[in-house]
């Protein structure tokens, strides 16, 4: 006795889409095939550039301008979109296909309260009476979604809301007309693990009840693995790999796929070899630092210390306080009460030419290197400017110093003369870490290096760092909310979680033998634990 397979809800048929220009045309998509069928999840996975989410673009008729679908078909439940004209897709989107786009803050409208975003959907495709039909409905959507309190999220405003909030309200408003088919971009890439566990179990629990077929495309192999039925590999256009997601993690047949499981940061790894004990470096001891006129500490009693040549990652979720504690360490910000002490100097006490003087010694590597560089700025410029800011050298002098970083960084000289927007986010981070070497410092403060790359890109630049903290004895304050890239990095860990270090000691005890049960809940909701482990059968 055979059993059917269930007939898809969504297929893909040699679809072809090309981005043209006046000079050039680019292929983007070259020869896609896919099948979705209800209730089940397929991952899309690859790098920037793969073209995986100008395929689901596709699939939704969203192509930006310049680019269109050349060849192939894209069918659901039958009907052929790419045949449809744009007053037949206001039917679609929203009704049928239920979109999550990557970015929330940008995604939400940010003067429009989130209830009526939600309301929208419903009065657009008529699914509510009248407005207040679809405000009460819109309450139920943000419950729905897990959000606390959903009456009074439904009266706030996106600012006034986290990341992992926003998100959520995404997925409401995509979930609004009950889509057979939802599409989701990276909906969890700048999140936390467990904010992220929450919002991939709600995804989770739609397509089982409803029946929603989820076609989820992600730079996370790990997540992929974790919870797809089925995961398709993109590289430079083209499906290179596909099948189920634990196979494909654990016994890659490509060698792209095989290069993108290496890259992945694995918590089963040694971790970063301790580095020589060195005195003090950095001292903080009693840091608080709280807002809204004191009523909330964001920062509370936080107390460390950080080795000369060593590397300390502090951990925790979004609002845990660790960003905060690394704009006091770069004196970005003061705190209402306890001190930080650099190389023995408490820098509360310092004048502002001693402690420009000493900030040669403490420099920043932030998160988005597209936002901490200056887009007028060429690559010299940006890297020369703490040179020029101290006066350390001529003219010539700088252009030897920035020709030397280029190439500590492993960047061509060619680079140079380029500016930030014609650089990929690895060339841009790299050049935020020349600039950061610059002035030779001994200790370099990285909040969240890494968080917006790609794996393989996130790996070269961390195997950079590694190699710089053994050549020239760096220090790294290393901010992250990916454990497993903090296990990759740094010898010595602290857990944080509303303002407060819980738990701090060596990478291994705290990672592999969790005392806290924060931190065992952080490890817990690792994306990939449960891919890697061999499945009975």
């Known amino acids: 006795m055979t059993t059917d397979a269930p007939q898809p809800l969504l297929s893909v048929r ?12 680019v292929r983007a998509v070259r020869g896609v095939n896919l099948d979705l069928a209800p209730g089940r999840t397929l991952a899309l996975v690859g790098e920037s550039g793969s073209g995986k989410s100008t395929t689901g673009l596709a699939v939704l008729g969203l192509l930006p301008p310049g680019a269109q679908v050349t060849g192939g078909h894209v069918t659901l439940a039958g009907r052929d979109l790419t045949a449809l004209r744009e007053r037949a897709w206001r039917t679609v989107r929203g009704r049928e296909i239920g979109f999550v786009p990557q970015d929330p803050m940008v995604s939400l409208n940010p003067v429009r309260r989130v209830g009526h975003q939600v309301a929208e959907v419903l009065l657009i495709h008529g699914l509510a009476e009248d407005r207040k039909a679809a405000h009460a409905r819109a309450v139920d959507l943000l419950a729905d979604a897990g959000l606390p309190e959903p ?30 088919l939802l599409i989701a971009d990276e909906p969890t890439s700048a999140l936390d693990v467990t904010v992220q566990r929450r919002i991939l179990d709600h995804l989770e629990t739609v397509t089982e009840q409803h029946g929603t077929a989820l076609l989820l495309i992600t730079h996370d192999l790990s997540v992929a693995a974790d919870r797809a039925d089925e995961i398709a590999v993109m590289s430079r256009g083209e499906i290179v790999e596909r099948g189920p997601g ?30 020589p004990a060195g005195p003090p470096l950095l001292e903080v001891r009693g840091l608080r630092r709280s807002f809204d006129g004191g009523r909330t500490a964001a920062v509370d009693g936080v107390g460390f ?35 930080i002490t650099f190389d023995g100097h408490d820098l509360g006490s310092l004048g502002p030419a001693a402690l420009r003087r ?31 800011a101290y006066r350390t050298t001529g003219r010539r002098g700088r252009q030897r110093r920035v020709a030397e970083l280029l190439d500590l960084v492993r960047l061509p000289a060619t680079a140079a003369g380029r500016r930030p927007a014609e ?48 050549g020239f004895g ?21 857990v944080m979680r509303r ?33 890697r482990t061999p499945q009975p059968g």
Do not use: N, W
């Open 151 to 180: 009456a009074e999220v439904a009266r706030t405003l996106p600012h006034e809301l986290s990341g992992g909030m926003c998100q959520r309200v995404l997925i409401a408003i995509a979930l609004a007309g009950r889509p057979k």
């Open 474 to 494: 760096l220090s790294y304050l290393f901010i992250s909310h990916d454990l497993a890239v903090v296990r990759q990095v740094c010898d010595r860990v602290a």
């Open 499 to 531: 303002g407060r270090i819980v738990e701090t000691g060596p990478v291994a005890r705290v990672f592999d033998h969790p005392g806290h049960p924060y931190t065992q809940e952080l490890l817990s909701a690792i994306p990939g634990r449960r891919a």
């Open 246 to 275: 634990h196979r494909v993690l654990t016994a890659p047949a490509h060698p792209y796929t095989r290069e993108l499981v290496a890259a992945v940061p694995d918590m089963t790894a040694a971790p970063a070899a301790p580095a």
């Open 305 to 339: 210390t950080l080795a000369a040549g060593g590397s300390l990652g502090i951990v925790g979720e979004s609002g845990s306080g660790k960003s905060t504690t690394a704009q006091l360490v770069l004196r970005l910000d003061r705190p209402d009460a306890g001190t």
């Open 358 to 388: 000493l900030r040669r010694d403490i420099q920043p590597v932030f998160q988005d290197p597209y936002g901490s560089l200056d887009p007028r700025f060429t690559v010299a410029q940006s890297i020369a400017e703490p040179l020029r």
């Open 423 to 470: 650089l990929s986010g690895g060339q841009r981070q790299r050049v935020s870490i020349a600039r950061a070497l610059a002035l030779t410092p001994r200790l370099l403060v990285l909040d969240e290096p890494v968080s917006a790359l790609d794996v393989s890109v996130q790996a070269s630049v961390l195997d950079l760092l590694a190699e710089l903290r053994a």
């Open 14 to 25: 040699d679809l072809h889409v090309a981005f043209r220009s006046r000079r050039s045309t």
